[in-house]
């Protein structure tokens, strides 16, 4: 985040309350009313989440035990029996929703589908048992590649169904990204798509999961489920790629849910750290469940009447929580949409707002500024008069983006639910429940009932000044991850031994900074480590380096954000070359095409600056921090004297 938004945030005083009327038909009416529920978390969080999950989800065997916590690893609902598809479909089929419309998806073309709670649910068995007679069972790995389609949702609901787990990637991912996420979690089956559309294009999915798979690489990798949505020309591998439609064709539509244990895993989902490989997420059945169900039924205040709408891709955290799980449970319509804002229609938003009555809209900040930018007349050339609440997600949202999104799309009297969360958490932490709690803008507000979050320094001792700390989580909460696929070691290393308390307290932390204000109010200020936030998206510095030095040109690479008024931040890449190479502008553009074609093009650095040396440590560390002030183009600051070199910083100031 840039210097600016910083004092921006620091300096932000306004205060919006809840509209009354917002409040009255509310799920959580008052200040008052959160602060109770708040109490009697905090008093007996067990008791808590206990009554909650009776209550909201079908069990088809109860718990013995609410919370096993050995830390850093906690059970939820110790030996309860349930499963989250039967929570998501099954369970309206009894109720009038059966025929309400459960998932409304909007093809980028203008093509559309709607399917009720009934339908869904006979596609989503007709693929549990397709899936299953592929050999697929209980606790296997099943990988999912796929545009924004209803069969990434059927896809997902099918695994959780008969208890496979599913990992799904992002469709934006090269084949590189792909076959190194397969490997991770030895996936044996892969649902995708010939491809996909986006902006006005076909952009193929097959192609890269053939090259994902070539020469063997994947060995546990025994079918490729294909879904035809563009008909682009693909290559079917005989014996091991299948059509979904003719699949589906000869598939009996009975298929009663798996009663899974509500400790057993319900899916992972990779994301970045500050080193080495993605890290694999593991998030269980019951606590997820419950989790997600919650946070999307008091923060989204979701009432029958609501049409959903979170414009985040299912390959992400916000996907797999707001899109699927958290609104099905709570048997909420909501729409799916293919495409982005691109040429041809930049208002495409809009017009699947008007076009559908949206209620609710859940968004990123990168896209707020992105819509600040095109201009005020496309929204306003729409019906945006349905809207009665707004989300943001993914990055520190700058109060100039909340004002806008408040009285352009909002038409000021609509709240905004800024909501603070990561892969990590399952659901979100920190936001405002938006019949309740007043609003500030940039701040994400107070922590849901039963979480309890802190801003400490590095012994864990409460920080209340503006230049803030460490913000961190303090006790188990049910949406947690469980653990990082096979390597529980790092997962201890990563989140809880980051900090050192001084009681030996075990404290959560996954790498924002924040301040807590004398309200008691959340300011998220960003990463402290070495991830960078690209348009809403966590990538590790190493990733990027990494595959820039899978160059055979390059001989080191150093990686860091520079603030960007659109994406929030850049990727600003300083290289060193091998002896026998020159830089020049064709390499620096091969070398982004390189980092395109091992990562995505999420990752593509935005520049690339050619360079001598990399400022180091005497013990050999480059130092970032002061990169970071180059790549701003600001003056660097701070101590210098632990450099190993000081010409090297020279001669970068110089712009060699
Ligand atoms: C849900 C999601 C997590 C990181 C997180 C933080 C940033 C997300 C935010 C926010 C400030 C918010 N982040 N929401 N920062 N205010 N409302 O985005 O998950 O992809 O794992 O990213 O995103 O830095 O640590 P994930």
Same mark, same amino acid.
């Given at each position: 985040?840039?210097?600016?938004?910083?004092?921006? @945030?620091?300096?932000?005083?306004?205060?919006?309350?809840p509209p009354?009327?917002f409040?009255?038909?509310a799920?959580?009416?008052?200040?008052?009313?959160?602060?109770?529920?708040?109490?009697?978390?905090?008093?007996?969080?067990?008791?808590?989440?206990?009554?909650?999950?009776?209550?909201?989800?079908? *069990?088809?065997?109860?718990? &013995?035990?609410?919370?096993?916590?050995?830390?850093?690893?906690?059970?939820?609902?110790?030996?309860?029996?349930?499963?989250?598809?039967?929570?998501?479909?099954?369970?309206?089929?009894?109720?009038?929703?059966?025929?309400?419309?459960?998932? @409304? *998806?909007?093809?980028?073309?203008?093509?559309?589908?709607?399917?009720?709670?009934?339908?869904?649910?006979?596609?989503?068995?007709?693929?549990?048992?397709? @899936?299953?007679?592929?050999?697929?069972?209980?606790?296997?790995?099943?990988?999912?590649?796929?545009?924004?389609?209803?069969?990434?949702?059927?896809?997902?609901?099918?695994?959780?169904?008969?208890?496979?787990?599913?990992?799904?990637?992002?469709?934006?991912?090269?084949?590189?990204?792909?076959?190194?996420?397969?490997?991770?979690?030895?996936?044996?089956?892969?649902?995708?798509?010939?491809?996909?559309?986006?902006?006005?294009?076909?952009?193929?999915?097959?192609?890269?999961?053939?090259?994902?798979?070539?020469? +063997?690489?994947? %060995?546990?990798?025994?079918?490729?489920?294909?879904?035809?949505?563009?008909?682009?020309?693909?290559?079917?591998?005989?014996?091991?790629?299948?059509?979904?439609?003719?699949?589906?064709?000869? =598939?009996?539509?009975?298929?009663?849910?798996?009663?899974?244990?509500?400790?057993?895993?319900?899916?992972?989902?990779?994301?970045?750290?500050?080193?080495?490989?993605?890290?694999?997420?593991?998030?269980?059945?019951?606590?997820? +469940?419950?989790?997600?169900?919650?946070?999307?039924?008091?923060i989204f205040d979701l009432q029958?009447?609501d049409?959903y709408?979170?414009?985040?891709?299912?390959? *992400?955290?916000?996907?797999?929580?707001?899109?699927?799980?958290?609104?099905?449970?709570?048997?909420?319509?909501?729409?799916?949409?293919?495409?982005?804002?691109?040429?041809?229609?930049?208002?495409?938003? *809009?017009?699947?707002?008007?076009?559908?009555?949206v209620t609710v809209f859940y968004?990123? %900040?990168?896209?707020?500024?992105?819509?600040?930018?095109?201009?005020?007349?496309?929204?306003?050339?729409?019906?945006?008069?349905s809207l009665r609440l707004l989300g943001?997600?993914?990055?520190?949202?700058? %109060?100039?983006?909340?004002?806008?999104?408040?009285?352009?799309?909002g038409?000021?009297n609509c709240p905004i639910v800024?909501?603070?969360?990561?892969?990590?958490?399952?659901?979100?932490?920190?936001?405002a429940l938006p019949g309740?709690? %007043?609003?500030?803008?940039?701040?994400?507000?107070?922590?849901?009932?039963?979480?309890?979050?802190?801003?400490?320094?590095?012994?864990?001792?409460?920080?209340?000044?503006?230049?803030?700390?460490?913000?961190?989580?303090?006790?188990?909460?049910?949406?947690?991850?469980?653990?990082?696929?096979?390597?529980?070691?790092?997962?201890?290393?990563?989140?809880?031994?980051?900090?050192?308390?001084? &009681?030996?307290?075990?404290?959560?932390?996954?790498?924002?900074?924040?301040?807590?204000?004398?309200?008691?109010?959340?300011?998220?200020?960003?990463?402290?480590?070495?991830?960078? +936030?690209?348009?809403?998206?966590?990538?590790?510095?190493?990733?990027?380096?990494?595959?820039?030095?899978?160059?055979?040109?390059? =001989?080191?690479?150093?990686?860091?954000?520079?603030?960007?008024?659109?994406?929030?931040? &850049? @990727?600003?890449?300083?290289?060193?070359?091998?002896?026998?190479?020159?830089?020049? &502008?064709?390499?620096?553009?091969?070398?982004?095409?390189?980092?395109?074609?091992?990562?995505?093009?999420?990752?593509?650095?935005?520049?690339?600056?050619?360079?001598?040396?990399?400022?180091?440590?005497?013990?050999?560390?480059?130092?970032?921090?002061?990169?970071?002030?180059? =790549?701003?183009?600001?003056?660097?600051?701070?101590?210098?004297?632990?450099?190993?070199?000081?010409?090297?910083?020279?001669?970068?100031?110089?712009?060699?």
């Amino acid at each position: 985040m840039s210097q600016d938004t910083i004092e921006s @945030i620091l300096q932000e005083k306004r205060l919006f309350q809840p509209p009354a009327e917002f409040s009255q038909k509310a799920h959580i009416k008052s200040l008052e009313e959160y602060q109770a529920l708040y109490d009697k978390a905090k008093a007996d969080p067990q008791a808590f989440w206990a009554e909650l999950a009776a209550q909201e989800l079908h *069990w088809f065997q109860n718990w &013995d035990t609410v919370l096993d916590w050995q830390p850093p690893f906690a059970k939820w609902f110790v030996n309860g029996k349930i499963n989250i598809s039967y929570n998501c479909l099954d369970r309206h089929l009894t109720t009038w929703r059966k025929n309400k419309a459960a998932l @409304i *998806w909007e093809g980028e073309p203008g093509d559309s589908r709607t399917l009720t709670y009934a339908q869904l649910h006979r596609e989503v068995c007709q693929m549990a048992n397709v @899936i299953k007679e592929l050999g697929v069972q209980k606790g296997d790995r099943v990988g999912i590649y796929m545009p924004m389609i209803p069969e990434a949702a059927i896809a997902m609901l099918a695994c959780a169904r008969i208890g496979a787990v599913h990992s799904v990637v992002f469709g934006g991912f090269s084949a590189e990204a792909l076959r190194d996420r397969l490997n991770d979690g030895e996936a044996k089956l892969v649902i995708t798509a010939d491809g996909g559309f986006r902006k006005d294009a076909a952009v193929g999915l097959k192609e890269q999961v053939d090259k994902a798979l070539a020469n +063997n690489v994947t %060995p546990s990798v025994t079918n490729v489920i294909v879904v035809q949505r563009t008909k682009q020309q693909v290559h079917m591998e005989p014996g091991r790629d299948l059509w979904w439609h003719d699949l589906q064709k000869d =598939a009996s539509a009975d298929c009663p849910a798996e009663q899974m244990d509500s400790e057993d895993m319900l899916f992972v989902l990779y994301t970045s750290g500050s080193t080495g490989k993605p890290k694999g997420v593991v998030h269980t059945t019951g606590g997820y +469940n419950l989790y997600t169900h919650m946070t999307t039924k008091w923060i989204f205040d979701l009432q029958d009447t609501d049409v959903y709408w979170c414009t985040a891709d299912v390959g *992400w955290i916000t996907g797999h929580s707001y899109i699927v799980y958290g609104p099905l449970s709570n048997g909420a319509t909501t729409i799916m949409y293919e495409g982005a804002p691109r040429a041809s229609n930049p208002g495409c938003f *809009w017009d699947v707002i008007e076009k559908y009555g949206v209620t609710v809209f859940y968004t990123a %900040p990168t896209a707020i500024r992105t819509f600040m930018k095109m201009g005020e007349h496309l929204p306003n050339a729409r019906n945006l008069s349905s809207l009665r609440l707004l989300g943001t997600v993914g990055e520190p949202i700058n %109060p100039e983006a909340w004002m806008w999104y408040q009285r352009v799309i909002g038409n000021s009297n609509c709240p905004i639910v800024d909501t603070w969360w990561q892969t990590e958490t399952g659901g979100i932490m920190i936001t405002a429940l938006p019949g309740a709690i %007043p609003t500030k803008p940039g701040s994400a507000t107070l922590p849901f009932p039963g979480i309890v979050v802190d801003v400490v320094d590095q012994d864990g001792e409460p920080v209340t000044n503006e230049s803030g700390g460490y913000l961190v989580v303090k006790h188990p909460w049910p949406g947690m991850m469980r653990t990082l696929y096979n390597d529980p070691d790092r997962f201890r290393r990563t989140y809880w031994e980051y900090l050192h308390p001084k &009681d030996g307290e075990f404290v959560y932390f996954a790498g924002d900074g924040a301040h807590k204000d004398k309200d008691g109010y959340f300011w998220v200020m960003g990463r402290v480590d070495d991830v960078i +936030n690209v348009a809403g998206h966590r990538l590790g510095t190493m990733e990027v380096e990494s595959a820039l030095v899978s160059h055979p040109a390059v =001989a080191e690479a150093a990686v860091v954000g520079k603030p960007d008024e659109i994406k929030g931040e &850049d @990727i600003v890449a300083f290289v060193t070359l091998d002896n026998s190479q020159q830089p020049s &502008d064709e390499l620096a553009k091969e070398l982004k095409q390189h980092v395109v074609k091992e990562i995505g093009a999420i990752a593509r650095p935005g520049e690339i600056r050619f360079t001598d040396a990399l400022p180091k440590t005497r013990s050999g560390k480059i130092m970032r921090r002061l990169l970071r002030s180059l =790549a701003a183009g600001e003056e660097v600051s701070g101590d210098t004297s632990t450099l190993e070199d000081r010409t090297v910083l020279d001669k970068l100031r110089g712009g060699s």
